[in-house]
């Protein structure tokens, strides 16, 4: 049987194989397709277009979620303070990666208490696989993981894709449904459920509300492709060609993004996968996104500097605005999808 790697080694080779190889999806977003329709008199002051917004209680200066990344090393411990300290200047949201390591070794906790401690006021997502909840976990463990960022929300992943192709996954994931129903009816935070790169279709996202969400993250294809990292980490031939075979699975993040919108009209959607920059996020919120996530950009600025991370976050604010400014849209809510031309 394969011997399977403990989870801060796990963690520490998902960084380096993010930072070092090509893990892209051989899928692209499909937010390619989608151009604005241009405004050359869009009557609206530059300075004047609002890209604030309410979610959760908490104001964000911009639609921007800094995407669920890592934690549970000490260099992802060091990534997440300098994601967290570019999130509270800029004014932004921001997700941890899975908690499950600190729960299960807590001299790893402060690679997450870090976030909290370097962000006092941002809207934070604490977050655990559910698939977890399959395998001894329980509505205690999913607070313990809010009450250890003091989080404002809880993100359960779904990635059975990766589970499936990575040496001893956890690939149980029958009745979750219900599972993730007690969560969300026992837990005082609201439950974000999100998919890790394969997008959500419009069975699972009715299957999710119906379990009492408040909020679905697609997480489609067209960006890092989880199958393509367990490729790279895989200890055997078998496993490598397996991995390897799923480069084109999913569904894009902006069909995802319309599915999810439509099978269940009264959630927030968040949208990230293979998302570039603001100008890809401003064309998610016309689809009809909430929030536009990034990781893949603000890993590797964090991984040089909070600095570089702010520099970062400020540019894709600013390409949000300029693009509803030049497409005519004032306020978020203006941003729809009429704004849009989809080419052939």
Known sequence: M??????????????????????RSALTSGLERYRFVHQALPELDLERVETSLGLFGKTLAAPILISSMTGGTEEAGEINRRLAEAAQEVGVAMGVGSQRAALEHPELTPTFTVTRQAAPNILLFANLGAVQLNYGYGVDHCRRAVEMLAADALILHLNPLQEAVQAGGNTNFSGLARKIEEVCKKIEVPVIVKEVGWGISAQTAKRLAESGVAAIDVAGAGGTSWSQVEMYRAPDEFTHRLAASFIDWGIPTAESIQIVRHAV?????????????????????ALGATLGGMAGQFLKAAAVSTEKTVEVLRLTQRQIQVAMFAAGAGTLSALTADKLIRDA
């Open 2 to 23: 394969t011997k399977v790697a403990p989870i801060d080694r796990r963690k520490s080779d998902h960084i380096k194989i993010n930072l070092e190889q090509d893990v």
């Open 265 to 285: 009209p009264h959630l927030p959607v968040f949208a990230s996968g293979g998302i570039k920059d603001g100008l890809d996020i401003a064309k998610c919120l």
